[in-house]
């Protein structure tokens, strides 16, 4: 089996989520095969988990003020800011036949690529279940997984470098959710390669396609037409569309 | 009326959980928070389970109707069990 590396993309958020769900289509369909993208996000901007309320997380009026886009995702887990900048996000989309059905896994399998590419820049990252990987604790990456129609999806994030004023000035942070985790303040919550090694995002961007294409025959093709033009429009019908976002 | 509880699950996700009810039975629910849940649609499902449940339904046989119900459709909840989850709901109506 071949699987497709796309060559790395920047768009709106609703773009790169419809991107997601326009391969995912194709691959249930059996019109595409298993796929592996990189991309970044431009404008800045913040996705949302399906299950959380909007206004819970998401300062509206700080993104509106800076121009950050906002999305919510198909996947569930939390709210993340992709820096347009800052971070190089990832999807793997394949039949669930490829990945496997168990969902914790498959997890464990995917944040191991995202911890070998880590690894090869001198970093020392490990699982943290249910869907994140840290370096001495901290997130570096994380990801959010769905199936439907036997499709696996699972998008990630890996933190390049952070402005971590910017972050929480977007983002409202429930300090519930740092109780358990033993540390005081979200900014120590997370890390990002460049503070932790030094390496530049191009480095990175080689180190993450490296492991991630490892032992899998690949070749890079841009997505066919008819994916483009689903994406188009699940672009502005679901994934630009307010009563999407505000859907809870 | 509304009743609202929240709950970062040991070991688990983020689980809020915003109830309407007429002092007898729970009229209105809605979950939110950064959990996962198969298919994503069946948070529906889950739902309108705890529609017309009565608010002094104890917390054991809360589990085991979410229990049931999610196991009957299919839906897989990960960050949160059916404990979890009935246990958050007791917190919001007592």
Partial sequence: ?248 | MEAFARRKVPGGKLLSVRLQHDGERVTGAELSGDFFLFPEESIAVVESALVGMPRSLDEASLAAMIAERMEREGITAIGFTPRDLASVIREALD
């Fill in chain 1, 1 to 248: 089996m071949r699987w497709r590396l796309l060559p790395f993309g920047k768009h709106r958020a609703a773009m790169n989520m419809a991107i997601d769900e326009a391969i995912s289509e194709a691959v249930a369909r059996g019109a595409a095969p298993p796929t592996i993208r990189f991309y970044a996000w431009e404008p800045s901007a913040v996705s949302i988990g399906r299950f959380q309320r909007l206004q819970d997380e998401v300062d509206l009026e700080e993104c509106a003020r800076q121009g950050v886009d906002v999305v919510r995702r198909r996947t569930g887990g939390g709210a993340v800011f992709h820096d347009s900048e800052g971070e190089i996000t990832y999807s793997v989309i394949a039949p669930e036949a490829v990945m496997g059905s168990g969902i914790q896994a498959s997890y464990r399998e995917v944040c191991g690529w995202v911890i070998d590419a880590l690894g090869e820049l001198g970093m020392e990252a490990e699982y943290a279940p249910i869907n994140d990987v840290t370096v001495g604790g901290r997130k570096i990456s994380g990801c959010a997984q769905t199936r439907r129609d036997g499709v696996f999806l699972q998008h990630g994030t890996v933190l390049h470098d952070l402005d971590v004023r910017r972050m929480f000035a977007v983002l409202r942070v429930d300090r519930l959710k740092l109780e358990d985790k033993a540390i005081a303040t979200a900014a120590e919550r997370v890390a990002s390669v460049r503070m932790l090694s030094g390496a530049g995002k191009a480095e990175l961007l080689d180190s993450l396609h490296r492991s991630f294409c490892r032992g899998k025959e690949w070749v890079e093709t841009p997505l066919t037409s008819g994916e483009a033009a689903r994406a188009a429009e699940l672009a502005s019908a679901r994934y630009g569309d307010r009563e999407w976002t505000f859907l809870r």
